[in-house]
């Protein structure tokens, strides 16, 4: 039972928009800046969004986080079958003193 | 460019001990924190620990503090991690990763540069 919690999947057709969410408490997601990952079959998971917003340099404007109160969201617009992959949503829970993520959501790309 | 590049496919049996690394380059290793991650057959990312390899400042997750020892050798721009008595349990894929910016008293998975995994199989 991961302590951040996400659908275990989403799916929307190539060139719309889905929104993927990250529910936790105040000792995490409440209180402190969340990630997001991408991770593809086979690979190592890559980085999308970090301090709830922001994304690293390379990473298409197509993804976006946000977050609000407990919760945050992740959006991808214009969605390729390439995007086919397992997110995953992270940040530190204060209670905990560790780092927690969320199960894992699978988006399909119809 | 970034690059960490982390040690071979490792097959063990249970009680055996083991060393895995990870090596970082086109930066400046010593300044960046090196986090590592679980990754269990099918399932999600565990955050396992971190170091940072200026001063060994090490950073442990209550799940994994005392099952393995995360080390670095700055002088040759490698992280470390090690378990003294593997079990079966410990099958898993790990990664190691950069960290974007400095851990104070929170730590959040900002790593923006990843290994390509070491797989360890542990097994009678």
């Known amino acids: 039972q991961s302590v951040l919690t996400q659908p275990p999947s989403v799916s929307a057709a190539p060139g719309q928009k889905v929104t993927i969410s990250c529910s936790g408490s105040n000792s995490n997601i409440g209180n402190n800046y969340v990630s997001w990952y991408q991770q593809l079959p086979g690979t190592a998971p890559k980085l999308l969004i970090y301090?709830?917003?922001k994304r690293p340099s390379g990473i298409p404007d197509r993804f976006s986080g946000s977050k609000s109160g407990t919760s945050a969201t992740l959006g991808i617009t214009g969605l390729q079958t390439g995007d086919e992959a397992y997110y995953y949503c992270g940040t530190w829970d204060s209670s905990l003193s560790d780092v927690v993520f969320g199960g894992g959501t699978k988006l399909t790309v119809l | 460019e970034v690059l960490l590049v982390q040690s071979g496919a490792e097959v063990k049996e249970p009680g055996e001990s083991l060393k895995i690394s990870c090596k970082g380059s086109g930066y400046r290793f010593s300044t960046y924190w090196i986090g590592w991650v679980r990754q269990m057959p099918g399932k999600g990312l565990e955050w396992m620990g971190i170091?940072?390899?200026?001063?060994?400042?090490?950073r442990y997750s209550p799940s994994f503090q005392g099952q393995v020892t995360i080390s670095a050798d700055e002088s040759i721009n490698t992280a470390y991690l090690q378990w003294s008595s593997l079990k079966a349990s410990d099958t898993a894929m790990y990664y190691c990763?950069?960290?974007?910016?400095?851990?104070?008293?929170?730590?959040?998975?900002?790593?923006?540069?990843w290994g390509q995994g070491t797989l360890v199989t542990v097994s009678s």
């Open positions: 170091i940072y390899p200026r001063d060994s400042d090490t």
């Open positions: 990763a950069r960290r974007l910016g400095y851990c104070t008293s929170t730590c959040p998975p900002d790593f923006d540069y």
């Open positions: 301090d709830n917003n």
